[in-house]
């Protein structure tokens, strides 16, 4: 019975002891918005994108860069041709943040999206926003200049 | 025999916040340049971070993901990128030693993406290249 | 009894220390800080002063870590703060920035594009064309385009507009490409 009051005084302890310092360890903001193997990729947009977007905004990221393309009766220019795709549908934004007059978005991703849009980061992104019930993905042609 | 039994966890009550700790004492502080300033954000606090790195690979760009669910405990400003402070083990400090010796060439650069704090799931990412979405 | 509210009591010392150090999400002023200022990080710093924290006050500085970090606030001095001074709810306070609610308007297989514009703020837009300059000659890219709002930023009128997303593909390439032209649409009617 003493013993038994003993084991009791220790279970007490370590309850209290994990509650409290999951208070302590949950008090990181973003880290706890990341639905479980999601990530959250930072994002650098213009004043003008950031002015339309917030926490639980969904947008498409579009890529815009020089490609060498085949077009049927045309000759490829040397130099390539500017060419916009939407590389990413219907994506979260789970914060937005300003640092420096550079204004920041950092949206819920894939692992493997998120290894895309690293690799998109050399080349011009842009964000178009949805309506936030609009969830549909769809096949996106490519956006061509050369008409 | 009683005062022994008190005694034993007494103590065992301290041991526990320390073999907490030790668990820290594995890991060792390692430094990466990370594009872009969004480090000094997060890092106001220590987050779990994956950690990608762009590596040209027979004159491609690939992106690969080097690290998974590694502690990024803070973020100084180098110009318009960040150097953030990882606590990494053994295995992935020469993980991120031998990049050069693994992809044949040295990284041209490094990203973060955060994680929940407690999704400590890693997976085999495979090295992606923008031509083969394309394709 | 006695002996095992002695021996919770003796079990709870080591949590209470133990916890109160791990608590970092806690700001000082790194400089002097003149009343109503903002606070950003350019000012103000993690604090160095974790010791000293009650666990008591930590639903005061998790307040204050929220607001710091949500950009739908702008936190600002309240009082004069000098450096080493902890950022706490009683030399601060708070306003809401007034975001436009856009995302609700926008019609399912639209998208909305936010795009510079040489406009005064006081001309009504409800429609745009958006036009490309090529060899002094002017194509039209999309005509008569919704317009869902707009707003003041850096001296620039910016117009929100509302369209497919090819178009919007179509507008991203060709500004990449070289100069657009937006112009107030003739037909002004809602589309």
Same mark, same amino acid.
């Not at chain 2, 022994?4 to 103590?11: E, G, K, R, V």
């Not at chain 3, 109160?20 to 606070?39: C, H, M, P, R, W």
């Not at chain 3, 510079?116 to 958006?130: G, H, L, M």
């Given at each position: ?147 | ?135 | ?88 709810? +009683?030399?601060?306070?708070?306003? %809401?920035?007034? *975001?436009?609610?856009?995302? =609700?308007? $926008? &019609?399912?297989?639209?998208?909305? #594009? ?22 002094? +000659?002017?194509?039209?890219?999309? %005509?008569?385009? *919704?317009?869902?709002?707009? =707003?003041? $930023? &850096?001296?620039?009128?910016?117009? #929100? ?31």
């Amino acid at each position: 019975m003493k013993y038994m009051k003993s084991l009791i005084a220790v279970l007490v302890f370590l309850i209290a002891f994990v509650s409290l310092n999951a208070e302590a360890v949950n008090d990181l903001f973003l880290g706890q918005k990341i639905p479980f193997s999601y990530r959250a990729f930072p994002l650098e947009i213009s004043a003008e994108e950031a002015s339309m977007v917030s926490a639980g905004s969904r947008i498409d990221i579009l890529m815009t860069f020089q490609a060498m393309l085949k077009r049927s009766g045309r000759s490829i220019s040397q130099k390539g041709e500017i060419v916009t795709v939407t590389l990413l549908q219907n994506i979260l934004v789970l914060e937005t943040s300003k640092i420096q007059n550079k204004n920041y978005i950092f949206v819920n991703i894939t692992p493997r999206d998120a290894q895309y849009l690293a690799l998109a980061q050399e080349q011009t992104l842009n964000i178009s926003l949805r309506n936030p019930k609009d969830r549909k993905i769809a096949p996106m042609p490519v956006a061509f200049t050369e008409d | 025999m009683k005062r022994l039994i008190f005694l034993s966890l007494l103590a065992a009550l301290f041991i526990l916040p320390v073999k907490l700790s030790s668990q820290e004492n594995e890991l060792s502080p390692f430094t990466i340049t990370v594009k872009g300033l969004a480090p000094i954000l997060i890092l106001k606090t220590p987050q779990q971070a994956d950690i990608i790195a762009i590596i040209n690979i027979k004159g491609t760009d690939n992106a690969i993901t080097v690290l998974q669910n590694v502690q990024a405990q803070k973020a100084i400003q180098q110009g318009a990128d960040s150097e953030i402070t990882l606590m990494l083990s053994k295995a992935d400090t020469e993980t991120l030693n031998n990049l050069e010796k693994t992809y044949g060439s040295e990284p041209k650069t490094f990203l973060m993406t955060i994680r929940n704090n407690i999704d400590s799931q890693q997976y085999n990412m495979q090295p992606v290249s923008l031509e083969s979405l394309f394709r | 009894m006695k002996k095992l509210f002695i021996l919770s009591l003796i079990s709870f010392i080591p949590t209470a220390l133990f916890c109160q150090s791990v608590y970092t999400n806690v700001f000082e002023a790194k400089q002097d800080i003149k009343k109503g200022s903002l606070i950003s990080v350019e000012n103000v710093m993690a604090t160095t002063k974790q010791k000293q924290v009650n666990i008591e006050t930590l639903e005061e500085f998790k307040t204050i870590e929220e607001l710091f970090t949500n950009t739908r606030f702008k936190l600002f001095a309240s009082q004069d703060i000098l450096k080493g001074d902890l950022i706490t709810p +009683q030399n601060t306070a708070y306003t %809401a920035f007034k *975001k436009p609610v856009l995302d =609700r308007q $926008i &019609k399912p297989d639209t998208r909305l #594009y936010a795009l510079p514009t040489p406009f005064n703020a006081e001309q009504k837009i409800k429609a745009v064309d958006i036009l490309f300059k090529s060899d002094g +000659q002017l194509k039209t890219l999309a %005509a008569n385009v *919704k317009v869902l709002g707009k =707003r003041r $930023i &850096k001296k620039k009128i910016i117009v #929100y507009i509302q369209t497919d997303p090819l178009t919007i593909q179509k507008i991203c390439s060709y500004r990449e490409k070289g100069t657009l032209a937006v112009k107030i649409s003739d037909n002004q009617s809602d589309k």
